[in-house]
C-alpha cells in the first residue's frame, strides 16, 4: 500500500464511466485539479460536484498522455461551479 495521501479529484459522468473533470489556466492549458478534503472540493465546485480519490501518482499517470499542465492541489475558488441544468 502506498503512503501517498489520497487527493479529492472532480469528475464528470461519461457514456460509460467517469472522466476526470479538466480545467483551463488564465493562460488557456488544460489542468487538473484535485483537494486535500472533500470540504475543501465544496466549497470551490460545489456539494453536486462528483468526485474521487486517487493518490497524486495515479493522477498523474491518468494525466501524462493528455497534454494537460499539470494539477492544481487546493485551488482557492478561482474556478466556476459547474452549471446547474434542469429539465
Do not use: H, N
Not at 31 to 58: D, K, N
Request: proline share 10%; with cysteine.
Amino acid at each position: 500500500m502506498s503512503d501517498q495521501p489520497l487527493l479529492y479529484v472532480p469528475v464528470r459522468p461519461g457514456a460509460c464511466a467517469l472522466a476526470l473533470r479538466l480545467f483551463r489556466t488564465p493562460s488557456g492549458r488544460r489542468t487538473s485539479v484535485a483537494f486535500t478534503s472533500s470540504p475543501r472540493l465544496a466549497r470551490v465546485l460545489g456539494t453536486e460536484q462528483p468526485w474521487i480519490r486517487l493518490s497524486e501518482p495515479a493522477l498523474r499517470g491518468m494525466l501524462k498522455d493528455l497534454g494537460v499542465a499539470g494539477i492544481v492541489i487546493d485551488p482557492a475558488g478561482t474556478m466556476d461551479r459547474p452549471i446547474s441544468r434542469t429539465a
